[in-house]
């Protein structure tokens, strides 16, 4: 399916960075499988959070600082 498709970024600007947040404890895409779409998107920085799929209701406040990091980094 999609999620272990490898892609193509062409027409992406090159410079601009890429970031996965890899949720741990997700039992709808593990870790592993994140291991995985990360490989087919030809790599990004990760960063880990100790969260399920649905970071953005149950850690949103560590997601949010997470987000701005990597909006600062950029």
């Given at each position: 399916?999609?999620?272990?498709?490898?892609?193509?970024?062409?027409?992406?600007?090159?410079?601009?960075?890429?970031?996965?947040?890899?949720?741990l404890k997700d039992k709808v895409i593990?870790?592993?499988?994140?291991d995985t779409m990360i490989a087919n998107?030809?790599?990004?920085?990760?960063?880990?959070?100790?969260?399920?799929?649905?970071?953005?209701?149950?850690?949103?406040?560590?997601?949010?600082?997470?987000?701005?990091?990597?909006a600062c980094t950029g």
């Amino acid at each position: 399916g999609p999620l272990l498709a490898e892609f193509s970024w062409a027409g992406f600007p090159s410079e601009v960075p890429r970031f996965f947040v890899r949720c741990l404890k997700d039992k709808v895409i593990p870790p592993d499988l994140a291991d995985t779409m990360i490989a087919n998107m030809g790599g990004a920085t990760v960063v880990d959070l100790e969260a399920g799929h649905r970071a953005f209701d149950t850690h949103p406040g560590q997601l949010a600082s997470i987000i701005d990091r990597i909006a600062c980094t950029g």
